[in-house]
């Protein structure tokens, strides 16, 4: 079974794009590599994934603001999101699953603020 384990920056300021990493161990295998998040007092809302064919899938709710990729020489895949404001702020976790929908194995999550 794999590990995650999220990295990135725990603050943004509005209107810069968040970057984060998932780095998988031992290694990266046929799943669905998610990035899920979830605001305070709010619902886990699923942001998008890629396959290990490189397609990807997003969230319509974020108007285009995401874009998620793979790295194979690191074992990893990231998330940006663009134009972040104070709703987008939230924990992300990346979340690898063995299916559309399944969420099988998470990592602890990264908490990120948006503020000036």
């Known amino acids: 079974q794999v590990q995650l384990q999220e990295s990135g920056p725990g603050l943004v300021k509005p209107s810069q794009t968040l970057s984060l990493a998932c780095t998988v161990s031992?290694?990266?295998?046929?799943?669905?590599w998610n990035w899920i998040r979830q605001s305070p007092g709010k619902e886990l809302e699923w942001v998008g994934l890629?396959?290990?064919?490189?397609?990807?899938y997003y969230n319509p709710s974020l108007k285009g603001r995401t874009s998620i990729s793979t790295v194979g020489s690191k074992n990893q895949f990231t998330l940006q999101l663009t134009s972040m404001t104070p709703e987008d702020a939230a924990v992300y976790y990346c979340?690898?699953?063995?299916?559309?929908?399944?969420?099988?194995?998470w990592g602890q999550g990264t908490p990120v603020a948006v503020s000036s």
């Open positions: 979340v690898a699953g063995s299916g559309w929908g399944r969420f099988d194995v």
């Open positions: 031992p290694a990266m295998g046929n799943y669905y």
């Open positions: 890629t396959l290990s064919s490189g397609h990807t």
